[in-house]
């Protein structure tokens, strides 16, 4: 039962969206934990861009076209399902876990650090920053990356 309304809370308060749209950032599946992405979204935010930050269960449920697609591990997982349908301008993955195959006709960065199940993704521009996981989504370094990428 206490798992249950933990997870009514985290979806509860993970998805409003921080901003408009025209970005679309997801955090990895841990919503206390994966919080890189929002300040990569203000970061962003603060170029000009329109940003929506969503959990991974509640970008399944945001029907909306973005131009770019960033996710972070699980969100990357996400990011790559979600454009098979709706192919965005460029996607972003961030040690993506798994679904390592790049979609056709997107434009993709894969940034990845050193967690054992992610790497390259095939098709994809590959970018490594010899970083663990979770100081990978707070990086510095991986926010210049996305900004440059996106622009």
């Not at 979600?82 to 301008?89: F, T, V």
């Not at 960065?109 to 098709?123: F, Q």
């Amino acid at each position: 039962m206490k798992k249950i309304i933990l997870g009514i809370y985290l979806l509860l308060t993970t998805t409003l969206p921080t901003y408009a749209a025209d970005i679309l950032l997801i955090r990895g599946l841990d919503q206390v934990i994966f919080r890189g992405m929002d300040k990569l979204g203000e970061e962003l935010a603060a170029k000009g861009h329109r940003v929506t930050v969503s959990s991974p269960v509640a970008s399944l449920f945001d029907y909306h076209s973005y131009d770019v697609l960033i996710g972070n591990s699980q969100g990357g997982h996400f990011v790559m399902v979600r454009s098979q349908a709706k192919k965005p301008r460029m996607i972003v993955t961030i040690d993506v876990p798994y679904n390592r195959q790049a979609i056709k006709g997107v434009k993709h960065l894969n940034i990845y650090g050193t967690l054992p199940v992610a790497g390259k993704v095939i098709g994809g521009t590959n970018k490594h920053l010899s970083l663990g996981h979770l100081p990978l989504s707070y990086s510095p370094a991986m926010r210049k990356m996305v900004k440059d990428f996106v622009r």
